[in-house]
């Protein structure tokens, strides 16, 4: 089945958020996002809810995008969807419904990687957000450096050793008491903090670092949110003293310890890229201190493109926005298309 141009469906159900959108020609139609509120008894995503709740929702999400595109499913041209990586349960139940849809329409589908989809969000808003880039992508589940010289070409400089960024801030927001996802809730706990009251390592980031080291762009953040969940257990501990103000230096310490590392691993990469242009993607993203952190490293030369907070986190725009380029390139996926929780990132060197 070949494409030949018109709106394209993206399906987005790699965790907790359901989402359909509709896109042609780089422009967003119409884009519906679902965010599972079941899970924030929890504090954390339940897989196993999740799955169920996509199986719940997706008719419904689909239906409200195509209403919001003014189409019908007879309008469309293609169906995008996340293939990997991400939770099993909930991939399956977006990827079977995609297949079903695009096979009963005589539709081409092609499967996509969760994290070049967060990539892809930045074209959307800004047309010249095209390679060479380097790239920051930063989820609740990776966090990964490349150098991309085209698309579909990507070079990977530096990945996290063991958590991901937004799961730092999760687990940190859990210690801290704070609701999920915990990256929003710290950023605002923050402000009622100072940070520099107390002190918490910046990992994996020493003057005498060397490009050759395999340390050089790495990163690690486990051993930053050990840190932080000891300081706030001595902090709780001590029978005098502001415990509030206290666990919110806390936060704003750690946010900017996160911040930190982050802006220096990446201005690394341009100064060893000798490519000045940065584009973020991922949930981490949304980080207001982050952005203007690394923005004004970036000057006066630089540019960074981050998107709109809404395309930051998980949605089925980007999704689409990437089905609609591979489509374009005449890739598509047959109905053996199978996903896959740890997908490896395309065209990675
Ligand atoms: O990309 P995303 O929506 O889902 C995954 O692919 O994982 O990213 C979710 C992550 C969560 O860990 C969440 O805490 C974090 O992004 N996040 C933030 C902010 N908003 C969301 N982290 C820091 N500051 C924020 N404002
Ligand atoms: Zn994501």
Not at 184 to 208: D, H, V, W, Y
Request: hydrophobic content about 45%.
């Amino acid at each position: 089945m070949s494409f030949r141009g018109g709106p394209v469906l993206g399906i987005e159900s790699s965790c907790d958020e359901t989402s359909a959108a509709v896109v042609a020609d780089n422009r967003v139609l119409g884009h519906v996002i679902l965010s599972q509120d079941a899970h924030a008894v929890f504090g954390g995503v339940v897989p196993e809810i999740a799955a169920r709740q996509h199986l719940v929702h997706i008719d419904g999400v689909v239906e409200r995008a195509l209403d919001e595109a003014s189409i019908g499913p007879a309008d469309l041209a293609g169906v995008g969807v996340t293939a990997g990586p991400g939770l099993i349960g909930a991939l399956l139940v977006g990827l079977n419904w995609a297949k079903g849809f695009a096979y009963a329409l005589g539709l081409p589908v092609v499967g996509v990687h969760h994290m070049e989809a967060h990539l892809y969000a930045n074209s959307l808003e800004s047309p010249d957000a095209t390679p060479p880039f380097v790239a920051l992508l930063i989820s609740g589940g990776h966090t990964l450096l490349l150098y991309t010289p085209a698309w579909g070409r990507y070079e990977l400089l530096g990945a996290t050793r063991d958590d991901a960024a937004g799961e730092a801030f999760d687990k940190v927001a859990r210690r801290l008491g704070l609701g999920f996802p915990g990256g929003p809730e710290i950023e605002k706990f923050a402000q009622q903090g100072n940070a520099g009251t107390c002190r918490l390592p910046r990992p994996m980031l020493s003057a005498r670092d060397d490009p050759g080291d395999a340390s050089y762009f790495d990163f690690s953040f486990s051993g930053l949110k050990t840190a932080a969940s000891l300081m706030i257990g001595e902090i709780e501990a001590a029978v005098d003293g502001d415990v509030d103000a206290a666990r919110a230096h806390v936060a704003a310490e750690f946010q900017e310890a996160v911040v930190d590392v982050l802006v220096a691993k990446t201005m690394r990469a341009v100064e060893h890229t000798r490519c000045r242009r940065v584009l973020l993607g991922g949930g981490v993203a949304r980080n207001a201190l982050l952005r203007e952190t690394l923005a004004s490293a970036l000057e006066p030369a630089g540019r960074m493109f981050a998107p709109s907070p809404r395309l930051s986190t998980d949605n089925a725009a980007m999704v689409a926005r990437l089905a609609e380029h591979r489509l374009w390139a005449g890739q598509t996926d047959g109905l053996d298309l199978n996903a896959d929780p740890a997908l490896p990132f395309p065209g990675l060197s």
